[in-house]
């Protein structure tokens, strides 16, 4: 199974950026452990602060990806036009979040994602991941 990892704005900086937020751990790190604990998955990732940006690999998914797990970040609260390229898709798309972010500031309470996508895993640190995997690949 082909799934595809988009993250957005900032998450280049995990292990560094408030780590009593995020943790300690990049996401590189992270990938790697990932793909170890599912050989029979073969994950695509790609990361960017620029919003243009991931609308193209959102949309570039639907060709090269069974699944999207989706980490939008800050353009999670904000973004029409990723809300947009999610809703056109017709793959299953998993919204992950590493910090629980109904425990943090209202503007982090709204998502223009959640309702186009399949489920929502947020506030088990990097491993909302894992569980985002864990559901798509059965
Ligand atoms: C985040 C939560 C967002 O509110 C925040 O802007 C991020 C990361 C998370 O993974 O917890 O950058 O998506």
Avoid: C
């Amino acid at each position: 199974m082909r799934i595809a990892i988009i993250n957005g704005p900032n998450l280049n900086l995990l292990g560094k950026r408030e780590p009593e937020v995020y943790g300690h751990t990049s996401f590189e790190d992270y990938l790697i452990k990932l793909k170890k604990d599912f050989p029979q998955v073969s994950f695509s990732y790609f990361q960017s602060n620029i919003e243009g940006e991931l609308i193209d690999a959102i949309q570039k998914t639907a060709t090269t990806a069974e699944a999207l797990i989706l980490n939008a970040a800050a353009y999670t609260h904000t973004s029409v036009g990723i809300a947009d390229a999610v809703k056109v898709l017709d793959i299953p798309v998993v919204e992950v979040h590493i910090s629980n972010v109904w425990k943090r500031e209202s503007y982090r309470h709204t998502s223009y994602l959640s309702p186009h996508v399949v489920g929502v895993i947020a506030g088990f640190g990097l491993e909302s991941y894992r569980l985002a995997v864990a559901f798509l690949k059965k």
